[in-house]
């Protein structure tokens, strides 16, 4: 007898065979999972009650249907020491299966935010989502001026930008690969000399010393962020120099400062 009904049984089978043991000749066994249940073997045979199909786990996989972390390791949250950890920060994840999908997103505003997410790539079952935040600390390195822990080269380019180059990226690229450009700012044209002169004080960072066309030298205090060192109207003085409340006017350069 054919009704056209339909029946929830089973969220995924992988394999199905006739039941040879069952009383019927319509009985099935079934490889397979339950949101439910669990992953396991099931029997599925008209109830003698409801006269419809029904399934019963006959013996369980032990394992989830349903897409679920069996041990994880999450990014941290709070304060992260990066050097006491020995400069890696480890976040995983042992899933219930292979059959997922899984990112890692970390956005940079002041703090880390993190987002962990495994979907499962059959959609059976809800996604697995942590989120969390947490910001790193770490002692500054010399010449790192944006706080990754690697030396940076600046460069001044033919408008007077000022641009950063970090040393380990610039290590680890492939032949096709170029150089990932940090713009640091422009007006750097008002110097005749810009010199990584290591940390002066002020800040705890690498700070820089440039030279305008008067012989005033200008004091940039470093601050280990990924936009420093900030080209602000540089109001302290180096070595004795002057003091001014607004950046010299941008001059043709004499020589192109790396450091
Ligand atoms: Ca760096
Ligand atoms: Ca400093």
């Given at each position: ?35 439910a ?24 996989a032990g ?75 770490r ?17 001044r ?30 007006g ?72």
């Open positions: 007898m054919k009704t056209g009904e339909t029946f929830p049984l089973l969220d995924h089978v992988t394999s199905l065979v006739p039941d040879s043991d069952s009383d019927s000749d319509d009985g099935l066994l079934a490889v397979g999972g339950t949101l249940h669990s992953e396991g073997l099931y029997r599925i045979a008209l109830d003698e009650t409801t006269g419809k199909p029904a399934v019963i786990l006959v013996r369980t394992l989830p249907t349903a897409l679920t972390a069996l041990k994880e390791s999450l990014p941290p949250t709070g304060t992260f020491d990066f050097d006491r950890a020995g400069g890696t920060l480890k976040a995983g994840w042992t899933l219930s299966r292979f059959n997922a999908r899984v990112s890692l997103t970390l956005t940079f505003n002041g703090a880390y935010t993190q987002t962990m997410k495994a979907e499962p790539a059959n959609g059976i079952g809800p996604s697995i989502e942590r989120k969390g935040s947490f910001t790193l600390t002692a500054p390195r010399p010449h790192d001026f944006d706080g990754n822990g690697s030396p940076d080269v600046l460069a380019l033919w408008d007077g930008t000022l641009t950063s180059y970090d040393v380990r990226q610039v290590w680890n690229l492939d032949a096709y690969e170029n150089p990932y450009e940090l713009p640091i700012g422009g750097w044209k008002a110097y005749d000399r810009i010199l990584a002169v290591g940390n002066l004080g002020g800040t705890r960072d690498s700070d820089l010393v440039a030279r305008d066309k008067d012989g005033v030298l200008w004091l940039y205090q470093g601050e280990g962020s990924y936009t420093a060192p900030s080209p602000r109207a540089p109001g302290s003085a180096a070595a004795g120099a002057s003091t001014t409340s607004s950046p010299p006017d941008p001059t043709t350069p004499t020589t192109d400062a790396t450091t």
